[in-house]
């Protein structure tokens, strides 16, 4: 009968330690702390330098907020229309600190050449010909930095050929 005890004692050791064991070498479950786990703050930065990406991501943004000025125009709703213009703007003085080679054109374009200050007078102006004449001169403000910035296929899409000042 202790001999029972003692083989039934030493299954219960062995299947403990082989369990604790399997436990040990198992793979970890997937975890959502995706930078805190990162081996060091180079590595962390790396992470963070390919989630942020690149230009692309401020025009997707822009693209957005181009939407929201135009629905606002629509609506004679001009505080809107001016918000997301100026938000625009920090957008792509934003973009900049990932892509500083896109700075040159941006500013000469439309940031610095007076079409951004232009164009948000029109919409404050709270008159709709002189808002929807703005948003026509930003439209090809846009377009221009595109075509500068060697992606002329950027003008060829929705947002451009059917986001347009209403006929009169």
Known sequence: ??????????????????GFAVAQNAPKPPSNDWLLEATDDTERFRRLQQYLRGFDQPMWEIGDRWRGIHDALMRDNF????????????????????????RANSDKVLINSGVHAQVKTAFETR??????????????????????????????????????????
């Open 79 to 102: 505080e809107l229309a001016v918000y997301h213009w100026d938000k625009i703007k920090t957008t792509i003085e934003n973009g900049y600190l990932k892509r500083p080679a896109r």
């Open 1 to 18: 009968m202790q001999r029972n005890y003692l083989v039934m004692a030493a299954v219960a050791v062995m299947t403990f330690g082989v």
């Open 127 to 168: 008159d709709r010909a002189k808002a929807w004449a703005g948003f026509t001169t930003a439209r090809t403000a846009c377009m221009e930095c595109h075509d500068a910035e060697k992606v002329p296929f950027m003008n060829n899409q929705a947002m451009f050929r059917e986001l347009n000042a209403p006929a009169k």
